[in-house]
């Protein structure tokens, strides 16, 4: 079956540093989800991409899908305290051969004042 | 409008005893989904539904039922409850081809 996986697992910056987490899936994805889950809270949309190649920003994160759709990647420049969490990305299989909604392992943010 | 509603927020069960945890949604949307975390860990598909009437495992379904006699409600059936069991629970509904809303999730500890 789909199999979505996230590097790092974990990672701890200084306050003002970049983040990046990349996302890799077993399969093609027709589009790609990104969720953010705040420690001891629900996951929470943050953007969908479509197109092989499509790169989106919202103020500090920058969101990229793959020529190949099997990959992406959220990048956060100069991290604040406030990006804390696990992000998620997911595969939406809408509509296909499953409908499932597969999530990736996440990435959990640690953020030092 | 309340979105995605699951109860209980917590529960204590003991091992071998059964529990339905609910989850409700206004948002008239076809695709629901259950999904576990445990610790530390990311979100395994337990089962879920394109709409009422028709369910289908996920990754995690050992168990665990399900049902689906209303568009609204996808209420999830825990037998014989293992300590194996003890992780959040949470619902997830989608209306076709945009973003997951989630519940606010069930806290269960298998004691």
């Known amino acids: 079956g789909q199999q979505v996986m996230q590097i790092p697992q974990y990672q701890h910056v200084q306050e003002g540093e970049d983040f990046t987490t990349y996302c890799n899936s077993s399969t093609t994805l027709s589009n790609i989800q990104w969720y953010k889950q705040r420690p001891g809270g629900h996951p929470v949309f943050l953007i969908q991409l479509v197109k092989s190649g499509e790169v989106k920003k919202q103020k500090r994160l920058t969101f990229q899908f793959g020529e190949a759709k099997k990959n992406s990647s959220l990048h956060i420049t100069a991290t604040q305290t406030t990006d804390v969490g696990t992000y998620f990305c997911?595969?939406?299989?809408?509509?296909?051969?499953?409908?499932?909604?597969?999530f990736g392992t996440g990435t959990l943010l640690a953020v030092q004042p | 409008n309340a979105g995605v509603t699951q109860t209980p927020k917590f529960r204590i069960l003991k091992i071998g005893q059964s529990m339905t945890l609910q989850c409700a949604q206004d948002m008239n949307h076809n695709y629901m989904y259950w999904y576990r975390q445990d610790p530390g860990m990311g979100l395994k598909l337990i089962y879920y539904s394109v709409g009422a009437g028709i369910t289908d495992k996920g990754e995690v379904p050992n168990g665990y039922n399900v049902s689906r006699s209303t568009t609204e409600d996808f209420p999830l059936r825990l037998e014989l409850a293992a300590p194996s069991q003890t992780s959040v629970y949470f619902c997830a509904t989608v209306s076709y081809g945009t973003e997951a809303f989630f519940g606010q999730g069930t806290r269960l500890t298998v004691v």
């Open positions: 997911a595969g939406p299989d809408y509509g296909g051969a499953t409908n499932k909604l597969i």
